[in-house]
C-alpha cells in the first residue's frame, strides 16, 4: 500500500499545532483521512487544499482527533460542515466520567455532575461531535488495536486515558493518591509553571553540541492532555513503516513501544515518523529514542525522514536539540514553519511541489534546564 503524508501550516508565531493528510493506497483507488485540523483559521485552508488537489466531490474516509487541544480540534468543524466524511475518531472526555469518578478530588461528584462539569470546559468538542452526528458521520473511541485506515493505534488504550484526564488542565482537581496509586502521574500545570515560562521566553540560553556529544536529557515533563495524544502506526513492508505521533511525550511513547513489542510490531526501521509536539524539548529523551528509532549512528545517514510541524515565526520550536537527537538516529529532519511538506510514499509527486529542504546539524542548541 501507498502512504501519502502531508503536513498543512498552521498557526503562528507561538500558536503550534498540526493537520495532516494521509493518502492511502493506488493513484487510481484510492482512500483520504484528516489527522487533526489545527487552529479556527486552518478549517477553511484545509477544506480548500482538499478541494483543489483532489476534487470539488472530495471525501474523507476518516477523520482523526489526536487529543482534545483547541490547536489540533478547532478546523475540523469546518471540515465536517464542508467535507462528507465517513468515520471520525476521538476521545470525547466528558463521557468517561462515570469510569473516572473515582480519580477526581472532590467526592461529591456524581457521574452526571463530573460530565456536565467537564463537558463546560470542551466546547470544540462538543461542537465536532454536534456536526459529526447531524452529518451522519460515525464516531468511533480510538482504543489501542484500533485499525484506523492504514493504521494502527499503539497508544493510549482506555485505561491509560482515563487515569489522565483528571489531570488534564480543564477538568477538575484530581485525587492526588489516587492517581499515584497506579503509578501514573502526569501532574497539572500550574499558574507558577505558567508564569516561570512567560518570565523565560527571550532568555534562552545556548550551548555547543557535536555528533557526538549529546545534550538532550531523558526525563522531559509534557501536559497529561498531551500524553494522552494518539500514537499512531503503519507497516505495509519495507520502507513503507510509519510514525504519527501528535503532540505525545515521553510516557505515551514508551506505552507504544510496549504494546508494539508485545504484538510483534517492528520499530526503528521507519520510513517517515513525525516529531511528537512541534519538536518540543520536553517529549522525547534519548532513551526513548535509542528504543523507537535506533541508536546514535557515527555520521548521518537520512534513514527515514522526520516531520516538525511549528508555525513559521515560533522562536521556541522546534528545538535545535531535539532535531539533532532525530539527525544521530538516521533522521533527514523537515519542518513544515508555514509551508507544506509532503512525504510522498510511493504516490507521485504533484505539480508546482518541490523538494524539501532538509535542516542541517547544528552545532549551538538549547541548555536543557
Not at 219 to 236: F, K, P, Q, R
Not at 339 to 359: C, D, L, M, Q, S
Request: aromatic share 8%; proline share 5%; with cysteine.
Amino acid at each position: 500500500m501507498k502512504c501519502e503524508i502531508e503536513f498543512l501550516p498552521v498557526g503562528d508565531a507561538s500558536k503550534a499545532g498540526d493537520a495532516i493528510v494521509v493518502r492511502y493506497g493506488e493513484p487510481d483507488a484510492y482512500e483520504l483521512m484528516l489527522v487533526d485540523g489545527g487552529t479556527l483559521d486552518t478549517g477553511d485552508a484545509i477544506v480548500e487544499h482538499l478541494r483543489q488537489q483532489f476534487g470539488p466531490a472530495v471525501t474523507l474516509s476518516h477523520v482523526v482527533l489526536t487529543h482534545s487541544d483547541s490547536d489540533h480540534a478547532s478546523g475540523l468543524r469546518k471540515v465536517l460542515e464542508e467535507v462528507p466524511t465517513t468515520n471520525l475518531w476521538l476521545h470525547v472526555p466528558w463521557l468517561h466520567a462515570a469510569e473516572t469518578l473515582h480519580l477526581f478530588g472532590d467526592k461529591r461528584w456524581t457521574a452526571a455532575g463530573l460530565a456536565n462539569a467537564i463537558k463546560g470546559e470542551y466546547g470544540i468538542v462538543s461542537d465536532i461531535l454536534d456536526l459529526a452526528r447531524d452529518k451522519g458521520c460515525a464516531v468511533y473511541f480510538p482504543d489501542q488495536g484500533s485499525q484506523i485506515g492504514p493504521f494502527t493505534v499503539l497508544a493510549p488504550n482506555r485505561a491509560t486515558y482515563n487515569h489522565l484526564l483528571p489531570q488534564f488542565d480543564r477538568t477538575p482537581a484530581p485525587d492526588q493518591a489516587a492517581i499515584e496509586a497506579v503509578n501514573m502521574w502526569i501532574g497539572k500545570r500550574t499558574l507558577l509553571a505558567k508564569l516561570f515560562e512567560l518570565a523565560s521566553k527571550g532568555a534562552e540560553k545556548w550551548t555547543t553540541e557535536t555528533w557526538e556529544s549529546e545534550r538532550l536529557r531523558d526525563g522531559g515533563v509534557t501536559s497529561a492532555s498531551n500524553e494522552s495524544s494518539l500514537i499512531l502506526y503503519a507497516d505495509h513492508g519495507v520502507g513503507n513503516r510509519l510514525l504519527l505521533t501528535g503532540d505525545a511525550g515521553i510516557n505515551a511513547l514508551w506505552w507504544a513501544i510496549g504494546y508494539a513489542k508485545a504484538n510483534a510490531l517492528p520499530l526503528q526501521n521507519f520510513n517517515f515518523v513525525q516529531v511528537p509536539h512541534h519538536g518540543s524539548r520536553r517529549n522525547v529523551g534519548p532513551a526513548v529514542l535509542d528504543a523507537l528509532l535506533g541508536p546514535k549512528e557515527p555520521a548521518a545517514t537520512n534513514r527515514f525522514a522526520a516531520f516538525v510541524s511549528a508555525p513559521k515565526d515560533d522562536s521556541s520550536h522546534p528545538r535545535k536539540i531535539v532535531l539533532n537527537a532525530f539527525m544521530r538516529r538516521g533522521g533527514r529532519v523537515v519542518i513544515t514553519q508555514g509551508a507544506k511538506k509532503v512525504h510522498w510514499g510511493g504516490f507521485p509527486a504533484r505539480a508546482g511541489y518541490v523538494n524539501a529542504v532538509a535542516t542541517a546539524f547544528s552545532s549551538t542548541v538549547e541548555e536543557y534546564d
